[in-house]
């Protein structure tokens, strides 16, 4: 039996529940992805939301890089695509909250630079990820 986890769920973009905004108290954090996803789920959203909200008040003259991840599972062709794909679904939903395009850069990385290195679910979740680098 699989249950649901409210977290885990698509949304469209600049969805967010009402109530779970973060503040702005913390940097720019990663977002992470389900196996095989880019769409952004429920607890990307908060964090990209707190992400917009630094990038256009304490970093509004700065840009970002934008690093898309994969776990090691699939070939690195297709895991490049993926890492793409997550990162520029990212980038976009920062611009729909207000954060100029002319400042985000998107890179794939695919499998390439894990940041755990295991071959266990508990890792390959922590390498698929949108990873903020300032410019």
Known sequence: MCIRDRSMSPLRKGELREGEMSGTDIELADVYFGFDQFLIRQNAARILHA????????????????????????????????????????????????????????????????????????CWSKNRRGHFVLQ
């Open 51 to 122: 992400n917009a909200q630094l990038l256009n008040a304490k970093y509004q003259n700065s840009g970002v890089l934008i690093e898309g991840h994969c776990d090691e599972r699939g070939t690195s062709d297709y895991n490049l695509v993926l890492g793409e794909r997550r990162a520029q679904e990212v980038k976009n939903y920062l611009m729909d909250l207000g954060v100029s395009g002319f400042r985000i850069q998107i890179i794939s990385y695919g499998k390439e630079q894990p940041s755990c290195t295991e071959s266990e679910e508990s």
